[in-house]
C-alpha cells in the first residue's frame, strides 16, 4: 500500500481575521457585561438596603410612638403587650428596650431580660463615647447589619427615647428635665426576604446579561464575517489562483471600502499579469520560430563547411597519394623504358643480367610500395569490425615486443618494461590494440637512429576506472609545430621512402571505436611519451565469460 503523510494537527489552531477580531470583541464584550453587570447588581444590592432601612426606620418609629402613651401612663403590662404584637409581625426578629444604665428592662426573648449590656458592644458603640452617651445619634449610626445563629442576615436599629416635656413632667415617673436620653428601642428586622430576592434579581441579570451577550456575540459574529470574513477569504482564493498560474483571475467586487480598493487593484494586478503572460508567450514564441530559422541557417552552413573541409582534405589526400605513388611510378616508368632499351640492343648479354635483375627486383619494391600506400588508405577509410573479448594487456604487450625484438637488437635500442600485475582483463580487439602498439613502437625506433632507450609501462586507476599503455622513448622529439596536426593522415616526419603518415591517423581512429583516448607529450632532443587510455568495465569484465579469455592474439 502507498504511503501516506500522517496529518499534523496545529495547536494552537491558526485564526482567521474576522475569527480574531470575533474573538477579540466577544472578550471585551464579556469583560464590559460583567462590570456592568457587577456595578448593577451592587446598585441594586445597595437600592434594596436602602429600602430596608427605610422601612426598618419607619417600624421603629411605629413601635416608638406605640408606646409613648404606655410608658407616659408606665403601664407596664400594656407596654409588654404592645411589643409583643408587634414583634410576631413577619419579619421581625425580635424587640428590645435598654434604659439609661444599658438595662434591658424589656426583650421578646425572654432569656435577655434585666441582663446589663456592655456600652462598649456592638449595640453601643455608636451611642456611647468614653462611656458617655450621645445627644443625638446620626441616621447612619444607628444602623448595623449581622448574621444570626442560622446565617441570616438581620439589620438591627436604635432608636432613642428622649425626654420630652411630657416626660419630665409626668405625675408616674418624672424625670429630670436635664436628661435628654431617658433609653433606647432595639429593632431586630429579617433581610432573609431581601436577600431571596437580590439573589432573583442578581440570576435574572446574569441570565439578561449572558442573552444579551450571545445576541451581541452572534450579531458582531455575522457582520464581521460578512464586512470582513467573506471579502478576506475572496481575496486569498484569489491569491491562491493567482499563485497557481491562474492569471487573469477577477474578484467580485461588491463593496466600496478598504476591501473593495484592494479587491479591484487586485483584479488589475491579475489582468496586468494575465497580459505580460500573453506577451511573454508570445515573444517566446516568436524566439523559438527565429531560433529554429537560425538553427537552419547554422545547420547548412555546417554542412556547407563540413562539405567544403571533406572536399577540401579529399583534395589533399589525392595531392598526397598522386606525390607518393608517382615517384615509385617514375622509377618503375624508368627502369623499364631501360630494360627496354637493353633488350632491343644486340649487346644484352651476360655482362647485362645482374643489371636486369636489379631493376627487375627495384621495379618490384617500387609496385610493392604503391600497393602499401593503396593498402594503408584502404585500411584508414574503411573501418573493420571489432572482435571485442577479454583480453590480458600485459600478454598483448608481450607479444607485440617478441615480434619486434630482433629488430630492436639491430637498432640498439634497451627496452625496460614495467608492467602491472594486478592490471585487470579489459573488453578490447586484440589484434587492433597489438597494431596500435607496434605503431608506436616503430615510431619509436626510427626516432633513436643511433640506438637509446624504450620505455613500456602499463598501470590501472580504478577511479576513474582505466587502464593505460605508456609508451616512452629518449629520441629526438616532434617539433611544437607538428604535434597539433600529429594524428592527420599522410603527415609524417619521417625519411622519403620510409612512411606515408597514416600509422599515427589509423592508431587514433582504432582506439576512439573502442571509447579509448591516446596522448602525446614531446620535446625536441629529450624524447616522446604516448599514452593509450582504455576504459575499464567491472560489470563487463564479471559478466565475461571465460571462454572468451585470452592472452594474446597472433596476426
Not at 397 to 405: A, F, G, K, P, T
Not at 442 to 448: F, I, P, S, T, V
Not at 467 to 496: A, Y
Amino acid at each position: 500500500m502507498p504511503e501516506t503523510e500522517p496529518i499534523r494537527r496545529r495547536w494552537p489552531p491558526r485564526l482567521g481575521l474576522s475569527a480574531k477580531l470575533n474573538v477579540l470583541l466577544l472578550g471585551a464584550m464579556v469583560v464590559i457585561f460583567a462590570l456592568l453587570g457587577y456595578l448593577n447588581i451592587r446598585l441594586h444590592r445597595q437600592h434594596l438596603e436602602q429600602a430596608a432601612l427605610l422601612s426598618a426606620e419607619r417600624v421603629s418609629d411605629v413601635i416608638k410612638h406605640s408606646t409613648t402613651d404606655y410608658m407616659l401612663r408606665n403601664d407596664r403590662e400594656g407596654l409588654y403587650r404592645a411589643i409583643h404584637t408587634l414583634a410576631d409581625e413577619p419579619g421581625m426578629v425580635k424587640i428590645r428596650i435598654f434604659d439609661k444604665e444599658g438595662r434591658i428592662t424589656y426583650t421578646t426573648d425572654p432569656a435577655e431580660r434585666n441582663q446589663v449590656v456592655d456600652k462598649g458592644a456592638e449595640a453601643c458603640y455608636r451611642c456611647h463615647a468614653q462611656s458617655q452617651p450621645l445627644a443625638r445619634l446620626d441616621r447612619p449610626d444607628r444602623f448595623r447589619i449581622y448574621r444570626n445563629g442560622g446565617g441570616t442576615r438581620v439589620l438591627a436599629i436604635i432608636t432613642p427615647i428622649e425626654n420630652r416635656p411630657a416626660c419630665s413632667n409626668a405625675a408616674c415617673h418624672a424625670h429630670p428635665s436635664q436628661e435628654q436620653i431617658l433609653g433606647v428601642i432595639d429593632t431586630h428586622l429579617s433581610l432573609a426576604k431581601a436577600d431571596v430576592q437580590l439573589a432573583d434579581s442578581t440570576r435574572q441579570m446574569a441570565a439578561y446579561t449572558g442573552f444579551a451577550l450571545f445576541l451581541i456575540g452572534w450579531a458582531s459574529w455575522f457582520f464581521t464575517w460578512s464586512v470582513v470574513g467573506i471579502p478576506i477569504n475572496a481575496l486569498r482564493r484569489g491569491t491562491d489562483r493567482l499563485a497557481a498560474g491562474d492569471l487573469g483571475y477577477q474578484i467580485d467586487v461588491q463593496s466600496e471600502d478598504e476591501i473593495g480598493e484592494l479587491a479591484k487593484s487586485f483584479n488589475t494586478m491579475s489582468r496586468q499579469l494575465r497580459a505580460e503572460q500573453n506577451q511573454n508567450l508570445a515573444w517566446t514564441r516568436t524566439l523559438e520560430q527565429r531560433v529554429q530559422q537560425k538553427t537552419s541557417e547554422l545547420k547548412l552552413a555546417h554542412e556547407h563547411a563540413l562539405h567544403t573541409e571533406k572536399m577540401a582534405s579529399i583534395g589533399k589526400m589525392a595531392a598526397v597519394l598522386a606525390h607518393e605513388i608517382n615517384n615509385p611510378l617514375s622509377g618503375i616508368l624508368t627502369y623499364a623504358k631501360l630494360l627496354r632499351k637493353w633488350i632491343d640492343r644486340d649487346d644484352a648479354g651476360r655482362d647485362r643480367r645482374q643489371e636486369i635483375r636489379d631493376s627487375l627486383d627495384l621495379i618490384a619494391s617500387e609496385s610493392r610500395r604503391c600497393g602499401d600506400l593503396v593498402k594503408n588508405l584502404l585500411t584508414f577509410s574503411r573501418a573493420t569490425p571489432l572482435n571485442l573479448l577479454l583480453t590480458d594487456l600485459n600478454h598483448v604487450v608481450e607479444q607485440s615486443v617478441r615480434l619486434v625484438q630482433h629488430q630492436f637488437d639491430l637498432a640498439g635500442v634497451q627496452l625496460q618494461l614495467h608492467l602491472d600485475p594486478d592490471l585487470p582483463r579489459v573488453v578490447c580487439d586484440a589484434s587492433q590494440i597489438e597494431q596500435v602498439l607496434l605503431a608506436l613502437i616503430m615510431n619509436a625506433m626510427d626516432a633513436m637512429p643511433q640506438g637509446g632507450n624504450l620505455w613500456l609501462t602499463t598501470t590501472f586507476t580504478r577511479e576513474p576506472g582505466q587502464v593505460r599503455i605508456v609508451v616512452r622513448d629518449d629520441g629526438v622529439g616532434i617539433p611544437p609545430e607538428i604535434l597539433p596536426r600529429l594524428f592527420e593522415p599522410f603527415l609524417t616526419t619521417k625519411e622519403t621512402g620510409r612512411g606515408v603518415g597514416l600509422g599515427l591517423a589509423i592508431s587514433h581512429s582504432i582506439l576512439e571505436r573502442h571509447r579509448g583516448n591516446i596522448e602525446v607529450q614531446s620535446e625536441v632532443g629529450r624524447g616522446t611519451t604516448f599514452t593509450v587510455t582504455l576504459p575499464w568495465d567491472s560489470e563487463a569484465a564479471k559478466g565475461a565469460p571465460p571462454e572468451v579469455v585470452i592472452t594474446a592474439s597472433r596476426r
